[in-house]
């Protein structure tokens, strides 16, 4: 495709239960990011892929966070065991990373409600 | 850790008059981005502009300019000749070169283009 895609563009789950959000990347770029924006706030960074190499995990709120990836492909995120604070948009980006500046393109997000 | 504050939730603007919307930011590097990004409610983020820190002169893209103070750690987006299109959610955001290129966003500036 074109750009980012992301699925389910939105998602209502029950308190409790896990969640899986699918990103695909624009073809060929090797670096992926999770954001979460909360209502009314500013995006906040949760994970980076690059490559083969380890994943920055630093922003990941807690251990029921996870995201995988496989190659330079997709990647899901997965919220275990949903809260109500989890509720937010989760937006992914990708870059293809060949310089000192490397542009994030961003999808759609996913609309997260927790109930 | 950077921060990145925009002090103005919410502001109008006259079709086809010029706004500028504020950004502060705190760091201890030298060498980073600052970005101006754009979210209609499509939720898609848009990038608008952005600058290098190690340039002097101010960044332009059509109808968008930035004011950047370094030395007062200041990024102001003025956009001019404003249009109904203009109408989104703009968010500062600041990218320190090298590492993870995460990026660290303000909370937004809600900005109205009025007819």
């Known amino acids: 495709g074109a750009g980012v895609s992301q699925s389910p563009s939105n998602k209502v789950t029950e308190k409790g239960k896990d969640v899986e959000l699918r990103c695909d990347p624009i073809s060929g770029h090797t670096a992926l990011y999770w954001y979460r924006q909360r209502l009314g706030q500013g995006l906040e960074f949760l994970i980076y892929?690059?490559?083969?190499?380890?994943?920055?995990k630093s922003g990941l709120p807690s251990d029921r966070f996870s995201a995988e990836r496989t190659g330079e492909s997709v990647s899901t995120l997965t919220i275990q065991r949903t809260q109500q604070e989890d509720s937010a948009v989760y937006l992914c980006?990708?870059?293809?990373?060949?310089?000192?500046?490397?542009?994030?393109?961003f999808g759609p997000g996913t609309r997260l409600t927790v109930l | 850790a950077q921060t990145v504050t925009q002090s103005q939730p919410e502001m109008s603007v006259q079709e086809a008059e010029t706004v500028t919307l504020s950004c502060t930011y705190d760091?201890?590097?030298?060498?980073?981005?600052l970005f101006w990004y754009k979210q209609p409610p499509s939720r898609q983020m848009i990038l608008v502009i952005r600058q290098e820190a190690y340039k002097q002169q101010n960044a332009t893209e059509n109808r968008f300019s930035v004011n950047f103070q370094k030395a007062a750690k200041s990024f102001s987006l003025k956009i001019s000749d404003s249009q109904l299109g203009d109408t989104a959610m703009y968010f500062c955001a600041f990218m320190k070169q090298g590492g993870s290129e995460k990026l660290v966003f303000g909370k937004g500036t809600k900005l109205t283009v009025n007819p």
């Open positions: 892929f690059q490559g083969n190499s380890a994943p920055d």
């Open positions: 760091t201890s590097e030298n060498n980073y981005y």
């Open positions: 980006a990708s870059s293809l990373v060949r310089g000192s500046y490397n542009e994030q393109f």
